[in-house]
């Protein structure tokens, strides 16, 4: 082999493996936005794959593109990536909102589950509130009740937390028409559902495998007190 014929090779070697590092790159940035439930900063995205933050943002330039149907080949897809909150996320397209929500709205009844009454309840007697502190109020993992009551339009995030930064819930008015309330003072006294005074857990002391600090009892009250369930 002539030594322009090995240089050739070598060339076409070295494009080869630009490429599988850059589908590399690409496929680990949608990887990881796959599954992230807020916006990732290009800075965070650099650190997890080891690049800098400036390949990172032209990486999801491109994917962005790509998804669009901008490239050259490629199609308009489901879903897009969207620069928001100072991070990249992968949303589901605008354009199909229709379709999405009629989807996971399909089969489902008017009334909400026990565990979905239980953190309904935990957010309209300690609103606003954090989902760590309704998870620790209920002593499981309440990601997927909280957000449930989200699509239902039962509860909305309200700002964050100033010290942790956590995002807030509160009840919407939605919530209140459901219970055919006016406002959440009329909300059933809790005191009458709490255990003794000198067996309520209170701060560190809270059981995060009990549900002494639960207040179900009243939201189901609350919500049945008039003879209707909650509806979406």
Known sequence: MTEQHTAQADKQVEEQVGAQVEDTLL????????????????????????????TVT?????????????????????????????GWRIYSRSDYHDLVSDFLTAGQT??????????????????????????AIRGVNVDGVVRTLLMRGLIVEAGTEELTGARQF????????SLGIDSLDELPDIAPFLP????????????LGADADEPAAPAEVGLEAGGEPAET
Do not use: K, N, W
């Open 27 to 54: 496929a680990g940035i949608e990887a990881v936005l796959m599954i992230a439930d807020a916006p990732v900063t290009a800075e965070a995205l650099a650190e997890s794959l080891g690049i800098e933050a400036g």
């Open 110 to 135: 008017a009334t909400l589950s026990q565990a979905a009454l239980e953190t309904l309840a935990v957010i309209a007697y300690r609103q606003p509130v954090t989902r760590a502190r309704i998870s």
């Open 58 to 86: 032209a990486a999801c330039r491109q994917l962005q593109a790509d998804y669009d149907g901008a490239q050259p080949g490629s199609r308009q897809r489901g879903f897009e990536l969207r620069e928001a909150s100072g």
């Open 170 to 177: 509160t009840t919407t008015g939605q919530f209140l028409e």
């Open 196 to 207: 003794p005074d000198d067996d309520v857990a209170t701060g560190d002391d809270i059981d």
